[in-house]
């Protein structure tokens, strides 16, 4: 099989097309894709528990520690304890984090709107419907190294 015939590599394609489109946008306004997605995961005036921005952005712990380190020294987040939980960190958004959010955002609708005034809405809900099923295969319990292993 070729490369240009798996699925894997469309995928991958595709979102590398998107993310450069990202970071070229983010770096316009001194960002990257990484940080304008933490800041649309971070709630605006309530915070978000440091532990829920991971498995949104679905980053593993130690890379979201990286980021959000990174996003404090340019000073768009704050960290401060949650005052109902004294165990667990809640990240708050600078003025400068809500402006660079509201950057991220405008980015983000504009590609959304360029995407659906090329695409026809019955091709992408065929394609939400692919997609989502080839999210959900590839998260199946069932799937075993034996199933995957070619049988000689």
């Avoid at 978000?48 to 020294?73: D, F, H, N, Y």
């Avoid at 091709?123 to 069932?142: A, G, W």
């Amino acid at each position: 099989m070729k490369r240009e015939e798996t699925i894997d590599h469309h995928v991958r394609t595709a979102w590398h097309g998107i993310s450069r489109f990202y970071n070229q946008q983010a770096t316009k306004f001194g960002g990257t894709m990484s940080i304008g997605f933490a800041l649309l995961t971070i709630h605006g005036d309530d915070g978000t528990p440091a532990t829920k921005i991971a498995p949104q952005m679905g980053l593993e712990p130690r890379s979201l520690t990286r980021l959000l380190k990174s996003m404090e020294e340019k000073k768009l987040i704050t960290r401060k304890g949650d005052k109902t939980d004294g165990r667990s960190v809640r990240v708050f958004l600078t003025k400068e984090g809500k402006k660079q959010r509201e950057n991220a955002k405008e980015i983000v609708i504009r590609f959304n709107e360029l995407v659906r005034s090329e695409i026809p809405a019955q091709k992408l809900n065929v394609f939400f419907e692919v997609i989502q099923q080839i999210q959900s295969l590839s998260k199946r319990s069932e799937i075993s190294n034996k199933q995957l292993t070619k049988i000689d």
